[in-house]
């Protein structure tokens, strides 16, 4: 076969609707219908009522109803947001501490990937599938094993104190520092997984032809092996900064009270406040947040996707 | 009605975006005929045979198979079987029931289909191995199970789209001859696509030559060797020398001196090529083209000579080993070209 | 072989720190103290009175029936999904649909949860079970249709091809040819949406109701109250049950790399 050329954007036929209808349809409704829900709610105010937000569309008002609704939409919850510090502290408390998590995860997960792709051909794919199991396992229950650890009654104090290296237990629970182990504990097989395919995926001739060179050893890493990997570098660094912002698990259960994360604040405005208008504002600030991340790691997708 | 062409295509163009893979190919098959498909990669060859299995739509045109408009048809209702480069045999499906697929699909019932695969693993020269699947069998052996796939629905029309391509070159010769046997035993057309010539020409009873979408040429091997249409013709079949020059009073003139003239409908003046095929240039005493030799290649019962005229065009000549004296480099050498060995080709078409 | 040295030395760090806490946490549910730093000796005690745990057995039961009829959605959604990005090319609308159905793998669980809730608000449905298994249908789906997907661009597409010229119909090709090849992709597609929505708590949280409380909402609430070893023993089992339908994945897509290596 030779391979078919590029075509232009084409209409399906019948046969090809069917197909596509069931999943098109779930799409609308449980993919884009929350997005265009979340927009408007966070145009509501909130009220004590089933659903606690107002105005509620209601199609049988007709349209000058439905004119009147809209015109009660405003900014208050986006207000709301920007006057409240606690907010703003969360935002940036999100992004540094998602950014600071990325890069400890790159740090930490690049020597593994180099050492699981420089392991023997047959067993790669086991050392990689062991690398990223934990994944598919209870993120909770991942989260959880680290209060056993970190806590001031915890293994590693209890550990350390016995060894006679400190005499009082480290404060390492509640904090910052512990949110940061858990997002790189939970996230690391989202880092490893693509640093390991562009590193693994390199023509090992490559190193050959650049030792034969005369390049020594951290040469050939420095000139070709990383930059070569740059590929899985950034969407590894995506792959993990990305769900570390919105992260609501992982602080609430390692990081202190004043450990502010946005995804944390969105919930509690949800669950403790019932403040619906405040919580969807935040997610329309999370999303504007990662909106950039988020189109540059699809783009670097479907570059990938075409390759 | 039996004097209808079995397959027949009428100005049919296709394009891929800004590729136009067919430009207004028409061509007929006629009942029983070995055709082959031959050109270069990317000539459209491959395109045309997809649009005859139904896999693609042409833009313009249509396609017939025995008198019957086949626009709209999905492959799966058409009278013709294709097999595939790649054989695409089942990997789940053992070789029995890759062969039973199609007659399954025709609803056979279950005594007619052991009847027809025993019968078609005979035709193929391949019993016994049955139960096996397509990645316990030998290239050659799956050659055969695609061949035999693709004939047990007893298609009017056999597509082959490069049937030799993955073989090795000793079973590829051998496997020419008995494709070809099988064919003539069928009496089923066959239509092969290829880029190879020396398997179209000792193939097929007539062949289509493609280029970028277009036919050069259609006719029988010989004709097609002896009689190229076309510049494109002449160098894609076989070897041939070209040499550049122009007509002058009946005389073809160039740096390498004066030759007689090909007979052409070519105005006085014209500038054309002169093509000539090796085994036609000949050494001679008599008048001619001097050169030395540069190269001499010992290929069995042929030997090839290449000559670097005083004007310092090459020319390649061939010779039959037994035929007199060897050549060696450095050797001088006189060459005759004589007017009906050689043809015209203005330097495009 | 200093470079062999290091690089085992690497390997061996990077799995400790990968599966340390999780042995730990293994090892703390068999400890007979309630003290995670005394060990007061092998016991399964924390197992037997998990048995007596009427409200924990009733979240296991919920997550489960939960998991396996949103795994079901799922991988048939995913399935067709899948179908149409590696089989349709470049159609009207590809970008959008690839994209949204992909938007789940990026999107921080809050706001896809928090999307899904007001989904069902504004259609007026009780929060419950349904909901629950809808909204994780529509979550493990993109991670469904992402390993299908894999698995189809893998799948010879000029064997469907070959299944048409030889007079199957489209449905029949993909019946007897396509669905056979890729079958342990979907099995294994199933598989992992299952433990996605048996693991999920986020996106429980929002769209389920108090009638239908999951384990791991179960298992949070206790932990907020600090490590307990019924805790331990209850995630130990969990951890368990993963491990093995991640092995049998791991076994049936091995499989089709040898068995489909023809195609």
């Not at chain 2, 510049?231 to 020398?241: K, T």
């Not at chain 3, 949406?193 to 999920?200: G, K, V």
Request: one cysteine or more.
């Amino acid at each position: 076969m030779t391979d078919s050329p590029p075509r232009e954007p084409r209409r399906l036929t019948r046969g090809e609707w069917l197909v596509i209808a069931a999943p098109a349809a779930w799409i609308a409704l449980f993919f884009l219908a929350p997005f265009a829900l979340i927009v408007k709610i966070s145009l509501s105010r909130p009220a004590q009522a089933r659903p606690p937000y107002e105005p509620v569309f209601d199609l049988a008002s007709g349209v000058a109803g439905l004119l009147e609704k809209i015109s009660q939409l405003g900014f208050d919850a986006y207000r709301g947001l920007a006057e409240d510090t606690l907010y703003l502290d969360s935002y940036l408390s999100s992004l540094t501490t998602a950014g600071i998590a990325t890069l400890v995860a790159l740090v930490a997960a690049y020597p593994f990937a180099l050492a699981i792709a420089r392991a023997p051909q047959k067993w790669r794919p086991i050392l990689i599938g062991f690398a990223v199991a934990p994944f598919w396992t209870s993120f909770l229950i991942r989260v959880y094993a680290w209060i056993a650890l970190l806590k001031d009654e915890g293994i590693i104090n209890h550990a350390l104190m016995s060894l006679g290296v400190i005499d009082a237990p480290l404060p390492m629970f509640a904090t910052r520092g512990a949110v940061i182990v858990g997002i790189v504990y939970s996230y690391l097989p989202f880092m490893l997984l693509p640093l390991y395919a562009a590193i693994e995926g390199q023509d090992p001739s490559l190193r050959e032809a650049a030792a034969d060179l005369g390049a020594s050893p951290r040469q050939v890493f420095l000139r070709v092996t990383l930059p070569l990997s740059k590929r899985g570098i950034v969407a590894g660094v995506l792959l993990v900064f990305i769900p570390a912002v919105g992260e609501f698990v992982i602080p609430d259960l390692l990081g202190g009270s004043d450990t502010l994360m946005i995804g944390r604040s969105l919930w509690n405005d949800f669950f403790a406040n019932r403040d619906w208008p405040a919580a969807s504002a935040a997610a329309v600030a999370l999303l504007a947040l990662l909106l950039v991340p988020i189109l540059l790691y699809e783009r670097a997708q479907t570059r990938e996707g075409r390759r | 009605m039996t004097d209808a062409p079995l397959l027949s295509i009428k100005g049919v163009s296709k394009r891929f975006g800004a590729v136009t893979a067919l430009d207004d190919v028409s061509l007929e098959v006629a009942r029983g005929e070995f055709f082959a498909l031959l050109g270069p990669s990317g000539c459209g060859k491959t395109t045309l045979m997809r649009l005859v299995a139904g896999f693609e739509a042409p833009d313009a045109g249509r396609i017939e198979i025995a008198g019957e408009d086949m626009s709209g048809a999905p492959p799966h209702r058409r009278p013709v079987n294709l097999m595939f480069q790649s054989y695409a045999l089942f990997p789940h499906l053992s070789v029995f029931e890759n062969i039973a697929f199609g007659l399954r699909r025709q609803g056979k019932d279950k005594p007619a289909i052991l009847a027809r695969v025993a019968e078609l693993l005979e035709i193929v020269k391949l019993t016994g191995v049955e139960k096996r699947r397509p990645d316990q069998l030998s290239g050659g052996q799956k050659q055969r199970v695609a061949l035999a796939r693709a004939l047990a629905p007893g298609p009017r029309l056999l597509l082959l789209d490069e049937p030799l391509g993955a073989l090795d070159r000793q079973l590829r010769e051998e496997t020419q001859f008995q494709l070809k046997e099988i064919q003539r035993k069928l009496q089923t057309s066959f239509v092969v696509v290829t880029h190879d010539q020396d398997e179209a020409l000792a193939m097929a009873d007539r062949i289509a030559v493609m280029r970028a979408g277009r036919i050069e040429q259609i006719g029988a091997p010989a004709e097609i060797y002896e009689r190229p249409a076309t510049r494109f013709v002449a160098s894609f079949i076989g070897q041939m020398n070209f040499l550049p020059g122009r007509i002058e009073d009946g005389l073809f003139v160039g740096a390498f001196g004066r030759l007689p003239a090909p007979p052409t409908n070519l105005p006085d003046g014209a500038k054309a090529a002169l093509a000539v095929r090796p085994e036609r240039v000949a050494p001679t005493t008599d008048d001619g083209l001097d050169g030395i030799v540069e190269d001499v290649a010992f290929r069995g019962e042929i030997i090839h000579i290449r000559v670097r005229l005083a004007s310092g065009e090459i020319l390649r000549v061939s010779r039959g080993a037994d035929q007199g004296a060897r050549a060696s480099i450095g050797d001088r050498m006189r060459l005759a070209i004589a007017a009906d060995a050689a043809q015209l080709f203005t330097d495009e078409r | 072989m200093s470079a062999r040295v290091l690089r085992n030395a690497t390997l061996a760090l990077g799995f400790a720190f990968l599966y340390g806490p999780i042995a730990i946490l293994t090892a703390m549910s068999f400890n007979a103290s309630r003290l995670v730093t005394v060990w007061g000796g092998f016991s399964t005690k924390w197992y037997s009175a998990l048995v007596h745990d009427e409200r924990m057995l009733q979240a296991a039961t919920i997550s489960l029936s939960a998991a396996a009829l949103s795994a079901l959605i799922a991988t048939f959604n995913g399935l067709l999904a899948a179908l149409a990005l590696a089989r349709f090319g470049a159609f009207r609308g590809r970008s959008l649909f690839a994209g949204s159905l992909y938007a789940p793998l990026v999107l921080p669980e809050v706001v896809f949860g928090l999307g899904l809730l007001l989904v069902f608000v504004a259609l007026d449905v009780e929060r419950g079970f349904v909901t629950l298994v809808l909204a994780h249908a529509a979550f493990t789906m993109c991670f469904a249709t992402v390993m299908i997907h894999a698995a189809l661009k893998d799948c010879d597409p000029t064997l469907e091809e070959a299944a048409a010229d030889l007079g199957a119909t489209p449905l029949r090709a993909f019946i007897l040819v396509t669905l056979p090849l890729i079958a342990p992709s979907v099995v294994s597609a199933y598989l992992l949406a299952f433990t996605l929505s048996l693991d999920d708590f986020v996106i429980a949280s929002f769209t389920t109701g108090p009638g239908a409380t999951t384990l791991p909402m179960r298992i949070y609430s206790q932990v907020r109250l600090g490590v307990s070893p019924e805790v331990n023993a209850i995630s130990t089992l969990l951890l368990g049950f993963v491990a093995l339908i991640l092995t049998a994945s791991a076994l049936l897509t091995r499989g089709r790399a040898k068995g489909g290596g023809a195609g």
